[in-house]
C-alpha cells in the first residue's frame, strides 16, 4: 500500500515521444497540443496531487513542503508552502488547500496567499487520506482505521468515526462520503449522522477511490482491477475491469474515467460503463497521485520526480 512520499521544486524536461502523444514539459506555455503528455521535473519525492484555485498542489514529505504549479501549464506559482514533516494526502475544497501529514496532522492553506491558516488542526494518529465534500473536511487515520470530520470555517474537528474495517482513502459522493478499507470492502458513512450505512465488497487491497454520476470506482491494487459500484445500493455494476498493475488512484473527468496503475508506470482511461479506451499511456514516472484539473488530468510520480499533465484531447 502507498500511503507516503513528497515533491519539490522542477524544472522542464525535453520533449520526447510517449506511446504516440507528445511528451513536451520544454514547450512554450501557448502551447495547447491535443492529448499531449507534459513532465515537469521536481525535486524531492511526491506524495500526492491537487488541483484547484488554477494551481497544482504537491507535498513534499522530504522537506515538509507544498510546491505550487499553474494548473494550465507546469510553471512555479510561488515558494513552497512550509507544511507538516510528513505530508501524504491533499484535497482542494471550500475555497482552500488542506493537507494531511502521516504524524495526525492537517494544514489549511489559503491558495491565494499561498499560505498556511491558523495552527495545523490535530487529528491524531497515522492520516492517509483527505477528501471535501457535503460542508467539511473528511480525513482517514489508517493506525486508528478511524474517519474524522473537521469544520472548514473553524477547524475544529468532531468524534471520529470508527471504522472496522479500517481506513485508507476517503472521497465524497452525492449526499454520502466513501472510505476505502483494509481487507477487501468499502464503507459508506452518512455525513450527517456520521453514521456507517453500509460496507460492501470491491476487491483484495482497494486504495483509491472516486464517486461521480452514482458511480463508486474502486482501485484493487492486489487484483488489478477496478470496481464499479452503484453508489445508492453498494452494488457491483458489473465484473471488475482489468488495468495495470498496482492501481492505486482513481479520477472522473467528465465521460472518462482515470486509473493510475503504479507498477506499470501508466494511466488507463475507461468509458463510465468500465471500457477500457486506447492503450495505456506510459508516464515516465511512477505514479502516486492523481488529480483532474481545467487543462486535464495532473499524476504526481516519483523516480523521478515530477508533475505529469495529460491535457484533453
Same mark, same amino acid.
Given at each position: 500500500?502507498?500511503l507516503?512520499a513528497? @515533491?519539490?521544486?522542477?524544472?522542464?524536461?525535453?520533449a520526447?515521444?510517449?506511446?504516440?502523444?507528445v511528451?513536451?514539459?520544454?514547450?512554450?506555455?501557448?502551447?495547447?497540443?491535443?492529448?499531449?503528455?507534459?513532465?515537469?521535473?521536481?525535486?524531492?519525492?511526491?506524495?500526492?496531487?491537487?488541483?484547484?484555485?488554477?494551481?497544482?498542489? @504537491?507535498?513534499?514529505?522530504?522537506?515538509?513542503?507544498v510546491?505550487?504549479l499553474?494548473?494550465?501549464?507546469g510553471?512555479?506559482?510561488?515558494?513552497?508552502?512550509?507544511?507538516g514533516?510528513?505530508?501524504?494526502?491533499?484535497?482542494?475544497g471550500?475555497?482552500?488547500?488542506?493537507?494531511?501529514?502521516?504524524?495526525?496532522?492537517?494544514?489549511?492553506?489559503?491558495?491565494? #496567499?499561498?499560505?498556511?491558516?491558523?495552527?495545523?488542526?490535530?487529528?491524531?494518529?497515522s492520516?492517509?487520506?483527505?477528501?471535501?465534500?457535503?460542508?467539511?473536511?473528511?480525513?482517514?487515520?489508517l493506525?486508528?482505521g478511524?474517519?474524522?470530520r473537521?469544520?472548514?470555517?473553524?477547524?475544529?474537528?468532531?468524534?471520529p468515526?470508527?471504522?472496522?474495517?479500517?481506513?485508507?482513502?476517503?472521497?465524497?459522493?452525492?449526499?454520502?462520503v466513501?472510505?476505502?478499507?483494509?481487507d477487501?470492502?468499502?464503507?459508506?458513512?452518512?455525513?450527517?449522522?456520521?453514521?456507517?450505512?453500509?460496507?460492501?465488497?470491491?476487491?483484495?487491497?482497494?486504495?483509491g477511490?472516486?464517486?461521480? #454520476?452514482?458511480?463508486?470506482?474502486?482501485?484493487?491494487?492486489?487484483?488489478?482491477?477496478?470496481? #464499479?459500484?452503484?453508489?445508492?445500493?453498494?452494488?457491483? @455494476?458489473?465484473?471488475?475491469?482489468?488495468v495495470?498493475?498496482a492501481?492505486?488512484?482513481?479520477?472522473?473527468?467528465?465521460?472518462?474515467?482515470?486509473? @493510475?496503475?503504479?507498477?506499470?508506470?501508466?494511466?488507463t482511461?475507461l468509458?463510465?460503463t468500465?471500457?477500457?479506451?486506447?492503450r495505456?499511456?506510459?508516464?515516465?514516472?511512477?505514479?502516486?497521485?492523481?488529480?483532474?484539473?481545467?487543462?486535464?488530468?495532473w499524476?504526481?510520480?516519483?523516480?523521478?520526480?515530477?508533475?505529469?499533465l495529460?491535457?484533453?484531447?
Amino acid at each position: 500500500m502507498v500511503l507516503a512520499a513528497a @515533491l519539490a521544486a522542477g524544472a522542464v524536461l525535453a520533449a520526447v515521444t510517449v506511446r504516440g502523444l507528445v511528451s513536451s514539459s520544454k514547450a512554450p506555455a501557448a502551447r495547447r497540443a491535443t492529448g499531449a503528455v507534459e513532465l515537469s521535473a521536481l525535486e524531492g519525492r511526491p506524495s500526492a496531487i491537487a488541483v484547484g484555485g488554477g494551481q497544482v498542489w @504537491l507535498p513534499d514529505d522530504q522537506r515538509g513542503l507544498v510546491v505550487r504549479l499553474d494548473a494550465d501549464h507546469g510553471r512555479f506559482t510561488g515558494p513552497p508552502v512550509p507544511v507538516g514533516p510528513t505530508p501524504v494526502a491533499a484535497a482542494f475544497g471550500e475555497g482552500s488547500v488542506w493537507v494531511a501529514d502521516a504524524n495526525g496532522s492537517v494544514t489549511h492553506i489559503d491558495p491565494a #496567499r499561498g499560505a498556511v491558516v491558523g495552527q495545523p488542526i490535530q487529528v491524531g494518529g497515522s492520516l492517509s487520506g483527505i477528501a471535501v465534500g457535503a460542508g467539511a473536511v473528511w480525513v482517514a487515520d489508517l493506525q486508528g482505521g478511524t474517519l474524522t470530520r473537521i469544520d472548514p470555517a473553524t477547524g475544529s474537528p468532531r468524534q471520529p468515526v470508527r471504522i472496522p474495517e479500517g481506513a485508507v482513502r476517503v472521497a465524497v459522493g452525492d449526499g454520502d462520503v466513501w472510505v476505502t478499507n483494509s481487507d477487501h470492502t468499502v464503507t459508506k458513512i452518512d455525513p450527517a449522522s456520521q453514521r456507517i450505512v453500509a460496507t460492501v465488497d470491491a476487491g483484495r487491497g482497494p486504495i483509491g477511490l472516486a464517486v461521480a #454520476r452514482g458511480t463508486v470506482w474502486v482501485t484493487n491494487s492486489d487484483d488489478d482491477t477496478v470496481s #464499479r459500484l452503484d453508489e445508492d445500493t453498494g452494488r457491483a @455494476l458489473g465484473p471488475p475491469v482489468p488495468v495495470g498493475r498496482a492501481p492505486v488512484a482513481v479520477a472522473v473527468d467528465g465521460d472518462e474515467v482515470w486509473v @493510475l496503475d503504479q507498477d506499470d508506470r501508466t494511466l488507463t482511461r475507461l468509458t463510465r460503463t468500465g471500457r477500457r479506451v486506447g492503450r495505456p499511456i506510459g508516464l515516465g514516472t511512477r505514479p502516486r497521485g492523481l488529480a483532474v484539473g481545467a487543462s486535464g488530468v495532473w499524476v504526481a510520480g516519483v523516480d523521478p520526480g515530477a508533475a505529469v499533465l495529460v491535457r484533453r484531447r
